[in-house]
């Protein structure tokens, strides 16, 4: 997403940044102590690797929380009791992350070294000696990033449960966390097996294509709407005492808003320059993404297929691939159907903040600034 500004929605980023940055940094120097050796590194690890986030779903946190107090008619000057509430997010997505560079074999996250890089390199300049034939550097730090990566997303629930286990709502507070959590892990599963079961030779061409669309949908819902819109603004609002009504409107918005973000992030991995994106451009090629992009083609204009099907899946993505690429998306009118298809997520996003009449006009202007600080990347 955009950076923030000197805007309304990026000045209570900036604000915000600030007070959950404190509060996770707090709670790191605790997580970095450990009296067995071993265990001290591996959570020095994570408490590192939990540093140096954008912190945008933290203060997703605070904005529903502010909005359901506004909604209350009570002072939402002092935010500082949803800040528990956004570290435990933050860490939650730190241990995701974790995981997600274990599928996706990435070499670093936010600047710094991934958890099982650090691992293999450890052991490689140690020379440390595997024990049976069937070990492998690279398995054990695998392995030992799983591990890891299941602290933080259990370190999340136990702050959580600490923070707030007077509060009226705790149940309620941990159960959806909880219910993001298992979502979260639907769509990452999904992505990661749907090229695989697609290959089923009882399908035939019709429902290939119908579950593909579907699939994609799912994907787009559950790993990106859920994890890094619709949890947090929930969570936010729920800790503030919203009612369910207001929850289910503010959860719509913010799954259009979820899935235009996903939609610009795929045109991004395509089109972006690298120094914008933050990565390799053409990753998706590589990893074989199944994005609107690549459904499109598959789906409604499979003609183009085969010649797709020759770049898409390279492990090593040069200029050339990656302008055929470019090429096929826009000639068989991928790249125009995922522009509309983002555009029209965010119209309905811009429509449903004006039938939440429950938010303030103050609120209203800060969540209409908060649409376009998310169309604001460029590519």
């Known amino acids: 997403m955009g950076k923030e500004g000197k805007t309304a929605f990026g000045q209570f980023f900036s604000e915000s940044r600030k ?74 997505q730190t241990g995701v992350l974790i995981h997600d560079d274990i599928i996706d074999n990435a070499a670093t996250r ?21 024990l049976t034939e069937a070990d492998d550097i690279k398995d054990v730090a695998r392995s030992a990033a799983i591990c890891i990566g299941d602290y933080g997303i259990y370190e999340a629930n136990r702050i959580l449960a600490e923070a707030y286990a007077e509060d009226p709502s705790a149940a309620k507070l941990i159960a959806y966390f909880d219910e993001v959590v298992l979502n979260t892990i639907r769509g ?63 959860d719509r918005f913010a799954d259009d808003v979820g899935i235009a973000y996903q939609i610009m992030d795929d045109l991004l991995g395509i089109y972006a320059d690298s120094e914008v994106l933050g990565k390799d451009v053409g990753s998706d090629i590589a990893e074989f993404k199944q994005t609107i992009l690549y459904m499109y083609v598959r789906t409604k204009k499979p003609e183009y297929a085969e ?9 090593h993505i040069d200029g050339e691939t990656l302008s055929e690429v470019r090429r096929i998306f826009r000639e068989s009118g991928a790249y125009d159907y995922a522009q509309d298809a983002m555009r029209s997520c965010f119209l309905r996003a811009e429509k449903r903040i004006g039938r939440m009449s429950f938010l303030t006009a103050e609120d209203k202007y800060i969540f209409r600034d908060f649409l376009l600080w998310c169309q604001g990347r460029k590519y």
């Open 19 to 92: 007070e959950i940055g404190r509060e996770i940094a707090q709670r790191n120097r605790k997580l970095k102590k450990d009296s067995n050796l071993f265990l001290k590194t591996a959570r020095e690890d994570l408490a590192e690797l939990n540093e140096g986030g954008k912190l945008l779903r933290g203060t997703l946190v605070r904005l529903g929380y502010r909005t359901a107090l506004h909604m209350k008619g009570e002072d939402a000057s002092d935010l500082c009791y949803s800040n528990a509430l956004s570290a435990a997010f933050e860490m939650f």
């Open 188 to 250: 990452e599963l999904l992505d990661v097996i749907l090229p695989y079961e697609l290959q089923e030779v009882s399908y035939d061409m019709k429902e290939g294509q119908r579950l593909l669309e579907e699939s994609i949908r799912d994907i787009y819902h559950l790993k990106t709407a859920c994890y890094s819109l619709i949890g947090p603004l929930h969570l936010g609002m729920m800790l503030g005492g919203a009612d369910e009504s207001s929850m289910r409107m503010m």
């Open 110 to 130: 936010r600047g710094r070294y991934t958890i099982q890089r650090r691992y293999e390199q450890r052991m490689a300049v140690r020379g440390t000696r595997m």
């Open 307 to 315: 010649d797709l099907l020759r770049y898409y899946g390279r492990k």
